[in-house]
């Protein structure tokens, strides 16, 4: 299980950085990343991380807003959110698995997932 943390509210414009653990399952991980879903909207992946090499991969939505990054020796998973805007607004979930084609992934190719943890911009 992973467990995600450090979302909360903040105006738009403003910067949040979420994190995701779990050394049982990142450590070993092919791909880590971070998905999202507002109300009455699909699941979309926002950024990924492949551990070897650190190649990251981000959705055209967040392009040059976010960062994401992995601290391999606490096995922590950390998204850094800056220039946040309203349709940022979602529940943000921590995934681990291996995409069928390097890339984002869709949710399908991810069979760890943490519990999510709320973003609001307004």
């Known amino acids: 299980q992973l467990v995600e943390s450090g979302g909360g509210s903040v105006q738009a414009g403003g910067s949040l950085n979420v994190s995701c653990v779990a050394p049982?399952?990142?450590?070993?991980?092919?791909?880590i990343g971070w998905f999202r879903q507002a109300p009455g909207k699909e699941r979309e992946g926002v950024a990924a991380?492949?551990?070897?090499?650190?190649?990251?991969f981000y959705a055209d939505s967040v392009q040059g807003r976010f960062t994401i990054s992995y601290d391999h020796a606490e096995n922590t998973l950390f998204l850094q959110m800056d220039s946040l805007q309203l349709e940022d607004t979602a529940l943000y979930y921590c995934?681990?698995?291996?995409?069928?084609?390097?890339?984002?992934?869709?949710?399908?190719?991810?069979?760890?997932w943490g519990q999510g943890t709320q973003v609001t911009v307004s």
């Open positions: 995934a681990a698995g291996r995409p069928k084609y390097t890339g984002l992934g869709t949710a399908a190719d991810f069979n760890y």
């Open positions: 049982g399952v990142t450590r070993n991980a092919y791909c």
């Open positions: 991380l492949y551990t070897a090499g650190d190649s990251t």
